[in-house]
């Protein structure tokens, strides 16, 4: 469960890092 967490949190940084990157 603590690993899906840190994965959706990982993610969910990297989805806004490649939006922001286009």
Request: proline share 0%; glycine share 4%.
């Amino acid at each position: 469960m603590f690993k899906a967490l840190v994965r959706d949190l990982i993610c969910d940084k990297y989805d806004r890092v490649f939006f922001e990157n286009g």
